[in-house]
């Protein structure tokens, strides 16, 4: 017994001193950390519980709240292949309001008046990957984020940005019950050309998509996270869309970029959206994972 506590007491050192890989639930997704609705107002979660089960709240993907009734997500999890039906006979999606863990029954659940999925989406490219939800209620003002349009500077590469979610932690499976965000880069458009040059892994389109990562990986959204925000200088800038797994490195995240279809969205919400107005935070001022600026005050008027 005594010759064995010394190298025991060793390699127990040893492994407290040596510095471990990192645990496969802190690298994946959103390899970052439970986030707060309270800090993260204009998240949602799309629900069916006839599609999904309840356990989660009937949760399968992401949204972003950019008025008091609009909601905008991918087009992609509204698509057949996601929800098993024609998104009109999915009769009871829901938008989840003001739920940090989907197991409990805070906040609300919001059923929708109207759900447009743009016609243009790219199902092969995944180019135009957003679809705008109109719910049935307002909720209440002061939780929406503004789009980020052309030329703003948070689309500059290097920028911090949060992206948020309920989805995969560490690309099996394992979608969380709790609210995550992980900070990450706004990335060069040259980085997700170089890893998706067309072909298997996708083609990567500057136009309409934004690369959002770390370039060596370890933070990144996944499975289940589609449809969300990618936020920067308290701007919407993407929403999760695509990539090849989770966290790799080289293999950035791919978003549908909201600039591009900024103008679509405001054409088919029923609401006047407060635009995000251009940049004016001091360098380094951004809060990635904080409360963004609150929206002006839901305009009402002829369209
Ligand atoms: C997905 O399957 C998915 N790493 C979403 C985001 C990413 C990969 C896959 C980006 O919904």
């Known amino acids: 017994m005594r010759a064995l506590r010394y190298p025991l007491a060793v390699a127990v050192a040893l492994l407290l001193a040596v510095p471990c890989p990192v645990r496969a639930e802190d690298r994946g997704v959103v390899g970052g950390q439970i986030v707060k609705v309270a800090d993260a ?5 799309l ?38 039906v024609d998104v009109l006979d999915a009769k009871d999606l829901r938008v989840i309001v003001g739920r940090d863990d989907l197991r409990g029954s805070a906040g609300s659940e919001v059923p929708l008046r109207s759900v ?9 490219t995944n180019a135009g990957d957003v679809a705008v939800l109109t719910l049935a209620q307002a909720v209440p003002s002061g939780r929406s984020i503004g789009m980020a349009q052309a030329g703003d500077a948070a689309y500059a590469p290097g920028t911090a940005a949060g992206v948020y979610g309920w989805g995969d932690v560490n690309g099996t499976g394992a979608y969380s019950n709790k609210l995550r965000g992980a900070r ?7 980085l997700c050309r170089h890893a998706y040059p067309g072909g298997p892994e996708g ?37 999760v869309s695509w990539g090849s797994g989770c966290a790799q490195a080289g293999r950035p995240g791919v978003y549908t970029r909201i600039s591009s279809v900024a103008a679509l969205v405001r054409a088919h919400s029923t609401e006047s959206l407060s635009g995000a107005p251009a940049a004016t935070a001091l360098p ?20």
Do not use: I, K
Request: aromatic share 6%.
């Open 284 to 303: 380094g001022a951004s809060a990635p994972l904080g409360r963004p600026q609150p929206d002006a005050p839901a305009q009402w008027g002829p369209r």
């Open 184 to 190: 990450v880069l706004v990335l060069d458009d040259g």
């Open 47 to 84: 629900a069916s519980r006839e599609r999904f089960g309840g356990v989660r709240s009937g949760h399968f993907c992401g949204g972003a709240l950019v008025g008091r009734t609009t909601v905008v997500t991918a087009a992609h999890c509204l698509s057949q292949e996601v929800l098993g």
């Open 116 to 124: 447009w999925v743009n016609p243009g989406f790219d199902t092969e």
């Open 41 to 45: 107002p204009w998240m949602v979660a």
């Open 203 to 239: 083609t990567y389109d500057s136009a309409t998509m934004l690369c959002g990562g770390l370039p060596l990986g370890g933070r990144d959204a996944c499975q289940g996270d589609s449809g969300g925000p990618l936020v920067a200088r308290g701007r919407l800038v993407g929403l």
